[in-house]
């Protein structure tokens, strides 16, 4: 016996190295206490005070939030931003046309006159970070009930952010860290004047499409350049022809030194969610109910698309944006799947919750908080399950469908005519609301395609799911059609009037009584007000279960942490800003196989002699690889492209700048390798990759390819 539990008590010490080596996203007010010793063991020659400071000068202030999903960073004295091609795909997309088609062609300004603003656009500075936890937990005890819990804290929170922001331009955010747990408070400062100044053509910033997504080796000149406007006193301004670049607090210096195996690397970024602490039946639950359905939905998404965008070039324009966002996902979570697998994440789960079981019993009396726990998280989990695929069915299929969220958006202007008690002035604000939102909608909008989607996806939906989750009216138009989803959805669009621009603006240009009363009655209104209605019913029977999951996370991510004093933990990624840190580093996916950590124009060129539109290359970029014209940037005559690293990261981290030892940008973090990306839910350094843009590249295509010298002119490159 007694053999038997110094087994098990060496079993329940031992360090989990997998949950170790370079592993973790980090608070920037926390680097200084909890990491700066094992970064500066693996080489960073800075301090703490250098990455984040509220009274100083530091890297944090040259890295922005970018339209709040994706990060940027500053890299002139003149605002120049630099961030992913496919951060700033929406805006390119939203300045071309058939004419100007800078999806394909690029778009360079060769001066500030030239350069485009994006309404829609902004970016946020970081300017304070604080440890908020005491006054939002006020008036919150270890007996109180979670609804009357988080009636609390939302109380605590508003007065928080109204305090904080009063007389000031600032924005207060406070976000919920381990479970809700601690609670951290980030001041921000918004531009909203954020204008494009340079694109590659398509061909370079997203090279190798969709065949290369999440793949390593990668070739892919992921960037775009915007420039933040300021009004003269250099504060945020709406856009104005008057305003000034915007002059920073800090921007990063360049190095054009390049990279070698071992060396460090640091991202910093806005990292948008980790699912780190899940209980394995959690985790196998994802992998074997949640992500194969989102990915057989997603299939069909794409071939709606995609079948229409190849034989029409302006949908194609109109679409590039929305197919990459399904895209993207959809080859993530195939990833996932692979990756948790690859490095038995499950296994791993359980060993864990038996170390946690283990030393729960171990002193019964001081740890009775935490005796039913992993019991009560399981039953959550099962009862979860049983809703999981209603939930992303009306996430993935109902909010899919472009034509019932453009119809949802009429509700408003309805009930204010309907309701003329609340004023006319708010009638005459929601007729132009809609009027605002329907431009928007039809400018990149194709009935053909929404109509095959909803064909495809209601055949999905009704084979699938029971009727109880069917929204109201889907169980009758089943009946009447004898299953036949196909004539339920010519129906719709048949007998809609939001499938017409025409017929849209000109009711909102006189919006009467029967013009309200036709809108009330049309079948795709209808069908979207009873999804909503259904979306808001599965919502609520799903909140109440991860509310109360939540809190019993809370208390085991809070046990955890006791029975490892030691180990310096860090939280989920929850779009706040994070610090990240690894090394330059090879990685083996499979037997016998070894992938190096740098990829050159080589490769780029050997992709293109392949017979796949991805692998299409400018003219150019080949008449500068025969003429080896690759001016300062090339390093024993090979241009490169990408590099990997080690790093910790997740979505939001595209764009993020990822710095040397001496905190000088060397490249811009865009992907993570397919094998790696199960680092949402576990992360292993043999298998994890950070994909990132060297910045040689960056500057060459800048420089010799697109001939704008001038905004090489604009920053500080170190050789």
């Known amino acids: ?19 170790r080596a370079d592993e973790g996203m980090w608070l920037p007010s926390l680097v200084g206490e909890l990491r700066i010793g094992d970064m500066r063991d693996k080489g960073f020659r800075l301090s703490a005070d250098d990455i984040y400071h509220i009274n100083k000068a530091a890297i944090t202030d040259a890295v922005v939030s970018f339209g709040g999903f994706c990060t940027g960073e500053l890299i002139s004295a003149e605002g120049l931003l630099i961030t992913n091609h496919h951060c700033g795909l929406e805006s390119i997309q939203h300045h071309s046309s058939l004419e100007n088609n800078y999806l394909e062609e690029g778009f360079w300004a060769m001066s500030r006159e030239e350069e485009l603003p994006n309404p829609e656009l902004y970016v946020r500075f970081l300017r304070e970070i604080q440890d908020v936890t005491y006054t939002v937990l006020e008036g919150v005890e270890d007996g109180t009930a979670e609804q009357s819990r988080e009636q609390i804290i939302n109380k605590n929170i508003r007065e928080l952010q109204e305090e904080a922001t009063d007389g000031t331009h600032w924005k207060a955010v406070i976000k919920s860290f381990y479970y809700g747990s601690e609670y951290y408070m980030f001041l921000y400062e918004e531009f909203n004047d954020v204008r494009l100044v340079g694109a590659p053509p398509g061909s370079v910033g997203n090279f190798g499409g969709d065949t290369d997504n999440w793949i390593w080796p990668r070739h892919t000149g992921d960037f775009s350049i915007f420039r933040i406007y300021a009004d003269e006193d250099n504060h945020p301004a709406m856009y104005a022809e008057e305003n000034v670049p915007y002059k920073p607090r800090h921007f990063l210096p360049v190095s054009a030194g390049g990279v070698e195996k071992g060396d460090f690397t640091m991202v910093c970024g806005f990292p948008g969610n980790t699912n780190q602490y899940l209980l394995s039946s959690e985790l196998e639950m994802i992998v074997g109910k949640s992500l194969p359905a989102k990915i057989r939905i997603r299939t069909e998404r794409m071939e709606a698309m995609k079948d229409q965008m190849d034989e029409s070039g302006e949908i194609e324009i109109k679409y590039a944006a929305k197919y990459a966002h399904v895209t993207n996902a959809w080859k993530k979570w195939q990833g996932v799947i692979k990756g948790i697998d690859k490095v038995d994440a499950i296994h791993r789960k359980r060993d864990c919750e038996q170390r946690f079981a283990v030393w729960v019993r171990q002193d019964p009396a001081g740890r009775s908080a935490y005796e039913h726990v992993l019991d009560s998280l399981v039953y959550l989990i099962d009862k979860e399950s049983d809703l999981i695929l209603a939930y992303e069915y009306q996430r993935e299929i109902l909010g899919a469908i472009e034509i019932l969220g453009f119809a949802g958006n009429f509700a408003d202007m309805v009930e204010a005519y309907h309701n003329r008690e609340i004023g006319e002035y708010y009638l005459d604000y929601t007729i132009e609301e809609t009027r605002e939102i329907s431009e928007d909608f039809f400018k990149d909008y194709s ?4 109509r095959e989607m909803l064909r495809r996806l209601l055949r999905i939906y009704t084979a699938d799911l029971p009727e109880i989750h069917y929204p109201a009216g889907l169980k009758e138009a089943m009946r009447k059609y004898k299953g036949d989803t196909d004539r339920y959805a010519n129906y719709l669009f048949d007998n809609t009037i939001f499938a017409s621009r025409e017929k849209i603006m ?37 909140r109440s279960i991860t509310d109360r999951k939540d809190a019993s996370y809370r208390l085991y991510v809070k046990g955890l942490r006791e029975m490892e004093p030691g180990r310096d933990f860090y939280a989920d990624a929850n779009g706040s800003m994070r610090i990240a840190y690894g090394q330059v580093r090879e990685y083996r996916p499979r037997d016998a196989v070894r992938y190096g950590f740098l990829t050159t124009l080589d490769g780029i060129i050997e992709k293109s002699h392949m017979p796949m539109d991805d692998y299409r290359i400018p003219e150019k970029l080949m008449e500068l690889y025969e003429q080896k014209d690759f001016g300062p940037y090339s390093a024993n005559g090979k241009l490169p492209v990408c590099f990997i690293a080690s790093s910790h990261t997740s979505g939001g981290n595209s764009g993020s700048p990822v710095l040397n030892a001496e905190g000088h940008l060397i490249g811009i973090n865009f992907d993570r390798n397919w094998e790696g990306t199960m680092s949402d839910y576990v992360y292993d350094v043999n298998q994890c990759r950070n994909i990132v843009v060297d910045i040689r590249y960056v500057l060459f295509i800048i420089d010799r390819y697109a001939g704008a010298g001038h905004l090489i002119d604009e920053m500080q490159i170190f050789p």
């Not at 009584?513 to 799903?542: F, W």
């Open 1 to 19: 016996m007694k053999k038997y539990l110094s087994i098990m008590l060496i079993f329940l010490f031992i360090p989990l190295a997998w949950l």
């Open 447 to 450: 009935v053909s395609i929404d």
């Open 506 to 542: 000109g009711l909102l240009e006189d919006p009467h009584q029967a013009a309200m009363n036709r809108i009330g009655t049309d079948p795709v209104y209808r069908l979207a007000k009873a999804c909503e209605d259904l979306s808001a019913g599965i919502r609520h029977s799903y």
